[in-house]
RNA sequence: GGCCUCGUAGUUCAAUGGAUAGAAUAGAAGUUUCCUAAACUUUAGAUACAGGUUCGAUUCCUGUCGAGGCUACCA
């Protein structure tokens, strides 16, 4: 039993005893106490003046006697209004410690035998991947991380839109103006050489738009009629009919895109178990709608359309075929639903999409779970906020788009620049060198990009770069590294093996309290994380962590101290706190250096 | 127009209805003979506006103002 379940169900007892009330240690909540005050847990009594009938501070002072004498690891109390502060005896923190200590399994929950599917990623083949779609692969790529440590068997998918108008565009583009170009001949990356035709296609037919305007034919008109648009229209329909010339134009393209976006993956550090692609899935969900005309969930027109009438469910009609018996997108999303299933017989499914398509997925789900799905109660969309940039949104056709490739690198020449400028890399090889500011970099961008809650808009300030300093993924890296450091410093003089079986020292700090009581927590953060699918509660954790341990070096002599169980203690928390930062970061997709 | 998000220090972000609204950064002032100064210490600075609900509101409700998104027989 946990320290707080001891706590919570004392308090209930005491609520029973005291006050003559049952209250179930589930239905009650504790919290820790603020730093201002003394004591690690708060219980707030405010709302159980009704129950207790007298005053909360009253209360608070009958409840902590109860508690000093009724609950073992509970050393004293104090009581400001209504909050009751619960302090522990040290006995119990070092009890707590040493079973974080000699936990194999520490920061990993047993298999909970749920299959959970992680969609994310989902690009198109068209352009190549810029700054939104970084925070898409990071969140969906640390969600994966925090499922399976949660227990959870995850299977991430990516489903590639490998099919439409945007690459008959592509395609068009290049039919006219490629003249044979590769990414070999031109020296682009694949994805970028993609998207260069999908901007000359924009350009030409901007142009042929406003000449036709000029001819006084109205802007809707135009847009339709402009002769590069009916070109990709007319294309798009080869396609549909397995034109040999077209399906071979879209291989050699998409392949070029997919050697991009594989190389831009792995630089990322993002993976995938299963890629589905558009072009095979488009065609789905038909027999779905069979199934809901059946059923009686969707029903047909006059005119040969079918809809799903949601409004008992507080929205409108929504289209799901139509009139010329073809699918829409939505059609489309509740086949490929079906296949996860089918493929995986997966309990849930989280889709990672920005929050544009918030009501698309309400709609989605909803259909879902009317249709009598098994996997309908454990549909997520961890929708996330869009990144914008100090000059406002980001539009690829304007051409103000942070583009992936070129943002990582930036990235990592500035770790470079500023780990060089610090004199961080004696003695390192080039190689290990590199493999440092591959680190630094990429930490610093995935830290920033998770440590926002994932539904809030961010801003993203390309300029400024990303901080190193703060809260920032180096700033933990380089807590890491320096306790790596000690660590080393005390293996050399054989104080880590008395570190490994330490023995309790006489007294221990406040500091040291709270480091244990924090990494004491790090389970919760993960549950908690897994439940709300955010890498930012894990983020912040991280940070508080580090700056807690930063502040214990500053204060305590490691080295200098004299008593032999203290310093043994000292490097055993030591320890626990890297290992912990090093579970914690995993769980974000950042690497931790032994040195930097 | 209708629907959905969101408005917190100069800036970027926190805060299951709880204490004196926390951090980080930028500003000001300090700290390197133990292991790494990408660190630490001190200091100043904020809930868009107006009501309501209650012991107590950044949080819940209503209205106003402001930002963004959705509102296709596009994907």
Not at 157 to 176: P, Q
Not at 237 to 265: C, P, R, S
Request: hydrophobic share 35%; net charge negative.
């Amino acid at each position: 039993m946990t320290i707080q379940e001891q706590l919570l169900k004392g308090i209930s007892k005491a609520f029973e005893t005291l006050f003559d009330h049952k209250i179930d240690p589930s239905d009650l909540a504790l919290q820790p106490t603020r730093k201002e005050f003394t004591g690690h847990y708060t219980f707030v009594l405010f709302p159980y003046s009704r129950i207790t009938k007298s005053s909360p501070e009253q209360s608070a002072r009958r409840m902590g006697e109860y508690l000093v004498s009724e609950v073992e690891p509970v050393g004293g109390y104090n009581v400001v209004k209504g909050f009751l502060n619960i302090s522990i005896k040290d006995q119990y923190w070092l009890d707590i410690f040493r079973s974080l200590v000699q936990n194999g399994q520490y920061g990993q929950f047993p298999p909970n035998g749920q299959k959970v599917m992680v969609e994310y990623s989902s690009p198109n083949t068209n352009k190549p991947l810029h700054l939104g779609h970084l925070r898409n692969n990071f969140l969906g790529f640390s969600v994966s991380e925090i499922l399976k440590a949660n227990g959870y068997e995850v299977i991430r998918a990516n489903l590639v839109n490998d099919r439409g108008i945007h690459i008959c565009k592509s395609m068009v583009a290049y039919k006219h103006f490629g003249n044979g170009e590769t990414p070999e001949s031109s020296g682009l990356k694949g994805d970028h050489l993609a998207g260069k035709y999908y901007v000359l296609f924009d350009t030409h037919y901007k142009k042929q738009v406003a000449e036709l305007m000029e001819k006084g034919i109205p802007g809707d008109q135009a847009k339709k009629s402009a002769p590069l648009m009916k070109e990709a229209q007319e294309m798009l329909f080869q396609w549909e009919n397995g034109d040999e010339e077209v399906i071979g134009l879209w291989k050699t393209m998409n392949a070029w895109v997919y050697e991009g976006f594989d190389a831009t993956y792995e630089r990322m550090g993002v993976a995938f178990d299963k890629f589905y692609y558009e072009s095979d899935t488009y065609l789905l969900g038909k027999d779905l709608v069979e199934e809901g005309l059946q059923k009686g969930v969707f029903f047909k027109k006059e005119d040969g359309s079918v809809w799903a009438d949601l409004q008992d469910e507080g929205l409108d009609e929504k289209l799901v075929l139509r009139a010329d018996g073809t699918s829409v997108y939505i059609t489309q999303d509740m086949g490929t639903a079906d296949l996860k299933y089918r493929d995986f017989r997966i309990d849930q499914s989280v889709y990672v999409v920005g929050n544009e398509q918030d009501y698309h997925f309400e709609v989605l789900f909803k259909i879902l779970k009317k249709l009598g799905r098994p996997y309908g109660e454990g549909l997520y969309h961890l929708s996330y906020g869009m990144v914008d940039l100090p000059s406002g949104k980001m539009k690829s056709r304007e051409g103000t788009v942070v583009d992936a490739d070129d943002l990582i690198q930036e990235m990592l020449d500035t770790a470079a620049a500023h780990t060089e400028a610090l004199g961080k890399i004696e003695g390192f090889s080039e190689e290990q060198a590199h493999e440092l500011y591959e680190m630094i970099g990429m930490g610093a961008l995935k830290y920033f990009l998770l440590k926002v809650d994932p539904k809030k808009r961010m801003l993203f300030d390309p300029q400024e770069s990303i901080e190193f300093q703060g809260n920032t993924g180096p700033f933990i890296q380089y807590t890491h590294a320096r306790i790596s450091s000690i660590l080393r410093r005390a293996e050399q003089t054989g104080l880590l093996l008395a570190a490994e079986r330490f023995e309790n020292p006489s007294a221990i700090m406040d500091t040291e309290t709270q480091l244990i009581f924090l990494l004491n927590t790090y389970e919760d953060k993960i549950q908690l994380a897994g439940e709300e699918h955010s890498p930012a509660v894990i983020a912040q954790f991280l940070f508080d962590l580090a700056k807690e341990y930063n502040r214990f070096y500053a204060e305590l002599p490691i080295f200098n101290e004299t008593n032999g169980n203290a310093q043994a203690f000292r490097i055993a928390l030591s320890a626990q706190v890297a290992r912990t930062l090093r579970s914690g970061m995993k769980l974000l997709g950042i690497t931790v250096p032994e040195k930097m």
